[in-house]
């Protein structure tokens, strides 16, 4: 996604919300169905898919690599996959636009393939470290081209061919670096392994098993685990995408603190490696019920029901993070508004994301009036009776920076703006219309 320029957005504090919200499908779970689709031999029919910025980016790439892919409605998708190993070399260079997941999980599913490709992206993705993902990569035999040591992109990466077997230890709490190994594995004939000291998202290793992978998961005793895989054919299926909790997370906490309000989120994702940001919220307080748990897709998903909170400080634990990881900007949102002390631990994977999360939650929060300082990766923040609001944000091209604070304006005392909300819709495209329906007016500046 590149929008061609900054779009300026106004939130103001809004009456109660109201109403039932249908956030859309997961990202993570989105990007992975498209590239599982297009590595596996036959038809792969998706429901529900996010039709957002990232998804489109990655969607373009695959159709690089060979794959066919056709939408039919609505998040009705059809992929057509090559077969695992027969991807072709890009005629062009693959841009990314800003979608860190889509890139490095596509850098390993093309890793054990001996061709060619360029990877490229926005300014944001331009300036994240790829090497995380590429010096694992280095194992299979692959080769790479990159800016600097970070290997930042452009970056041009040469699969190997014949790739031996790997047994490889992520040292960093990602998914998407444990992703793009498992997927690399996919073409290597012997039996290969990832082990990681902390739980992070399964999606990879569920939706691989659907698609009929070898995959086996061995709980670890220092409560990390090792995931066995080898060479399978990989089959097309049938994948349902749940909606995503990242993206629920934002009407969620301004139902939480726009008073008098109660709204509804069906059918989220609630797969406990993605639920850190719930059990925060309920350990302050909130008033989130859910019903109606069931599975869908493979995954457990459920029903929330939001009402307005009396919210207090907790201290969420670095042990918290991989489980929560997107959700500190708005987590931070919502401390401002409790009261007492907000503390959050083990926060230094949040400068690596779309911008420095980090920096620019704490220059948010000042721009508000809100008074929260960092030390050791670790973010405190003092909530406050009534937050005063008049900031204006630099979002950085951060769709979650955006997000985030227009949701503080929803109930700050004076009205907030942000630099730029074109980027929402590199995940969550019908956000304003969706806010605009619970009853949350935001304007364009
Ligand atoms: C993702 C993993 C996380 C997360 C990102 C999506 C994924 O990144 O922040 O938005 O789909 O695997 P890391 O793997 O860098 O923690």
Known sequence: MHPDKPEALRARKALPLKGSAAVPGDKSVSQRALILGALAEGETRITGLLESGDVHSTAGALRAFGA???RNGPGRWRV???GVGNWRPPKAPLDFGNSGTGSRLVMGAMATTPITAVFTGDASLRSRPMARVVEPL???GVRYEGQGPKALMPLTLHGAAGAREVDYHVKIASAQVKSALLLAMQNVAGESSVTQDTLTRDHTEKMLKAFGGDVRVTPLANGGERIDTRCAQLRG???EVPRDPSSAAFPLVAA???PGSEISLPAILLNP????LIETLLEMGADIRVSNRRVSGGEEIGDLLVRHSRLKGAIVPAARAPSMIDEYPILAVAAAFAHGKTVMMGLEELRVKESDRLAAILAGLYANGVHAHESENNLTVEGMAKVPGDGLVKTHMDHRIAMSFLTLGLASEKPVIVDDAAMIATSFPEYRDLMARLG???ETV
């Open 68 to 70: 066919e892919l056709t």
């Open 80 to 82: 057509r996959g090559t």
């Open 138 to 140: 280095l194992a299979f």
């Open 237 to 239: 299926c049938e994948v």
């Open 256 to 258: 939480l603190i726009v």
């Open 273 to 276: 490696r993605r639920t850190g």
């Open 440 to 442: 949350a007016v935001m």
